[in-house]
């Protein structure tokens, strides 16, 4: 009875389904009864299992995120998960990511959210070398250090961020940028930025 369904539904029996798709009868009996399309779901298997290796790398990628996002005796969590970072990336927008990077091509592909303030999304995150990530890393962390020590040098020296800006030769506007989100500064600035701070600049893009 149940090969006759599969007849008229596919004109297939259950058994040549499995042949061609390379799936076990009683997972497609399990697809069908929760309603998915059983040859997008083979497709799928079929890639993953030709793929394992990607997967591997993609799966652990999703489970250090979800950990550093959630779980509080994760070492990194302090970093993400208790700065209010979530994760909203699923196993497809990864494998998205790692094929548009080409991820594959990479020595050691690690996953960077572009805006290191906003959650883990498909149109934050691109897969970079591990690298390259830490490098970037350090730039931020330098970058908003010396944003903050700005601010307090500025206050120190009883200026107003006007009269700062106007000492530097850029807009308040820019003075109010560089204190809220890090110096990102032309390098012409850098040598007067210098000698305010106290500080070399190191590991910051300039504009």
């Known amino acids: 009875m149940l090969n006759c369904n599969y007849k008229y539904k596919f004109g297939k029996s ?5 042949i061609e798709l390379n799936v076990c009868c009683q997972t497609i009996v399990a697809w069908r009864k929760n309603g998915f399309d059983i040859f997008k779901k083979a497709e799928k298997l079929n890639y993953r299992r030709k793929n394992k290796e990607m997967f591997k790398k993609i799966y652990a990628t999703l489970k ?3 950990y550093r ?19 909203h990336l699923t ?9 548009k990077n080409k991820a594959y091509k990479m020595k050691q592909p690690s996953i960077d959210r572009i805006d290191s303030d906003k959650n883990y999304t ?14 970037t890393k350090k730039e931020v962390k330098n970058k908003k250090y010396l ?3 700005l601010k307090k040098k500025i206050k120190e020296a009883g200026l107003s961020q006007r009269d700062f800006s106007v000492k530097v030769g850029v807009t308040d506007i820019t003075i109010n940028r560089w ?21 070399k600049i190191e590991y910051i893009k300039s504009d």
């Open 14 to 18: 259950l058994e040549e389904l499995s």
């Open 64 to 66: 250090n995120i979800k």
């Open 69 to 87: 996002c959630t779980n509080k005796n994760d070492r990194k969590y302090k970093y993400y998960g208790e700065k209010g970072i979530k994760n």
């Open 91 to 99: 196993i497809d927008n990864l494998t998205t990511l790692w094929i």
């Open 122 to 135: 498909l149109s934050n995150c691109r897969f970079i070398e591990m690298e390259k990530n830490r490098k």
């Open 147 to 149: 944003g903050r020590l």
């Open 179 to 199: 204190a809220n989100n890090g110096i990102t500064a032309k390098k012409k600035y850098f040598p007067l930025i210098e000698e305010i701070l106290g500080e």
